[in-house]
């Protein structure tokens, strides 16, 4: 499993086509920060173009500090989706993403206090 968002996904492969992440994993998440999530799975064998490809919209919410909001998405996005089996159907995976966005949210809404140099 592979996650990555769309700067760091087109960094990775040198192109826009986030379809090619599964020649590396066989789910791919790219995070779109408030607009949501594609999510790539690998078709039989390694033929990305018989995978499944869901675009998983989220509502947006209000942001105080993103400091950890990848890691508290990925947190969120596995503990689902391990909790429904690691299965790979859409149904499974897009209530991942929800239960992603859902931990960024919680995470990205309170602001964190500053640390007094010196």
């Given at each position: 499993?592979?996650?990555?968002?769309?700067?760091?996904?087109?960094?990775?492969?040198?192109?826009?086509?986030?379809?090619?992440?599964?020649?590396?994993?066989?789910?791919?998440?790219?995070?779109?920060?408030?607009?949501?999530?594609?999510?790539?799975?690998?078709?039989?064998?390694?033929?990305?173009?018989?995978?499944?490809?869901?675009?998983?919209?989220?509502?947006p919410f209000a942001v105080?500090?993103?400091?950890?909001?990848?890691?508290?998405f990925d947190a969120g996005?596995?503990?689902?989706?391990?909790?429904?089996?690691?299965?790979?159907?859409?149904?499974?995976?897009?209530r991942a993403v929800v239960?992603?966005?859902?931990?960024?949210?919680?995470?990205?809404?309170?602001?964190?206090?500053?640390?007094?140099?010196?």
């Open positions: 499993m592979l996650f990555t968002n769309q700067h760091e996904a087109a960094a990775f492969l040198g192109e826009l086509d986030p379809a090619r992440l599964l020649r590396f994993a066989p789910v791919a998440i790219v995070k779109r920060g408030a607009a949501g999530a594609t999510l790539l799975v690998r078709g039989p064998g390694r033929a990305a173009a018989s995978g499944v490809r869901l675009e998983v919209a989220t509502r105080a500090d993103t400091t950890g909001a990848g890691d508290a996005f596995l503990a689902s989706w391990l909790a429904a089996g690691a299965a790979t159907t859409p149904v499974v995976l897009r239960a992603g966005h859902r931990a960024a949210a919680r995470q990205v809404g309170t602001p964190r206090p500053e640390l007094a140099l010196g």
